[in-house]
């Protein structure tokens, strides 16, 4: 899938952002065809969950701009964008260990509040989806194992009827089995239709599920192209992919990130 095929749903332009006074992210591109997964991969520090801050309002943007079915979004809050259509899954898995399962997903559907229907809707789709979650909806969620927490946590996402949705570190810290979990689950919500923005660390794995994806180093987009391109190019395998061991992986990035 390129670019060209489908209209971008989300994208940036010369995004420019950061903490307090340091600029992190320069003047990134990103677009997100719709329907596809798009993974932004890169080195630790490389600046991704603030690319996918940006993108769902948690940081400002500084310069750039960011839009939504080509309408201007730069300025919204992130519970309006929410609103909109993005759904956001932050790193860490983060669900209300003291609430139950069904208690959690409510949450995810507070945008609906007043659509009783669509809220029941949601529910039901996402317990369907996620038959684990059926099974334990009235277990506190603290309880779960982390693999059965990211999946409440995408599941709440799923609750606020979205179109896009972000995701920052998915697979982090779960066992093999999870993470092939979380993969296969990515891949069904693009069967579902949703458009998937992932970061993750398991660039490899990430992008031979991924249509597209974004090499970023130092702040930057280093690389971009349809996700078999990257994993097939030596500088990408040799730098990103995990061939080397991270400490050259990184001098090697330092010295090539410069051509795309
Ligand atoms: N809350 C924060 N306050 C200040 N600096 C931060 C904060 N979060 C991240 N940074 C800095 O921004 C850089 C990029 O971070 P991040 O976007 O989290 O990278 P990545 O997700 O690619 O690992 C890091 O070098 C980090 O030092
Ligand atoms: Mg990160």
Do not use: C
């Not at 003047?27 to 996918?52: C, Q």
């Not at 769902?56 to 259509?85: F, N, Q, S, Y």
């Not at 603290?142 to 609750?159: N, P």
């Not at 920052?168 to 689950?185: I, N, Q, R």
Request: charged share 25%; glycine share 8%; hydrophobic share 45%.
């Amino acid at each position: 899938m390129s670019d060209a095929a489908a209209p971008p749903v989300l994208e940036a332009r010369g995004l420019t952002t950061g903490y307090d006074e340091v600029p992190i992210v320069r003047d990134v591109d990103v677009t997100f065809a719709r329907g596809a997964i798009t993974a932004i991969i890169g080195t630790n520090g490389a600046g991704k969950s603030t690319v996918v801050k940006a993108l769902v309002g948690l940081l400002p943007a500084w310069k750039g701009d960011v839009r939504l079915d080509g309408r201007d979004i730069t300025r919204m809050a992130p519970h309006l964008r929410v609103r909109e259509g993005i759904a956001y899954v932050p790193q860490g898995r983060i669900v209300f260990p003291e609430m139950t399962v069904l208690e959690n997903l409510e949450l995810g559907g507070f945008t609906l509040a007043s659509d009783r229907t669509k809220l029941a809707a949601n529910m039901e789709r996402v317990l369907q989806m996620f038959p684990r979650l059926a099974e334990r909806r009235a277990q506190l969620a603290g309880t779960m194992s982390g693999g059965e927490q990211q999946m409440l946590a995408i599941g709440r996402a799923l609750m606020s009827s979205p179109r896009v949705i972000a995701l920052d570190e998915p697979s982090l810290g779960l066992s093999p089995k999870f993470v092939e979990m979380v993969f296969a689950t990515l891949i069904e919500l693009k069967k579902a239709g949703y458009t998937i923005v992932m970061v993750e660390q398991k660039a490899s794995r990430a992008l031979e599920i991924s249509d597209w994806g974004y090499v970023m180093h130092l702040g930057r987009v280093a690389f971009h192209g349809e996700a078999a391109t990257l994993r097939d190019d030596e500088q990408v395998k040799r730098a990103y992919l995990g061939e080397l061991p991270p400490e050259l992986a990184a001098r090697f990035a330092e010295t090539e990130s410069e051509t795309t």
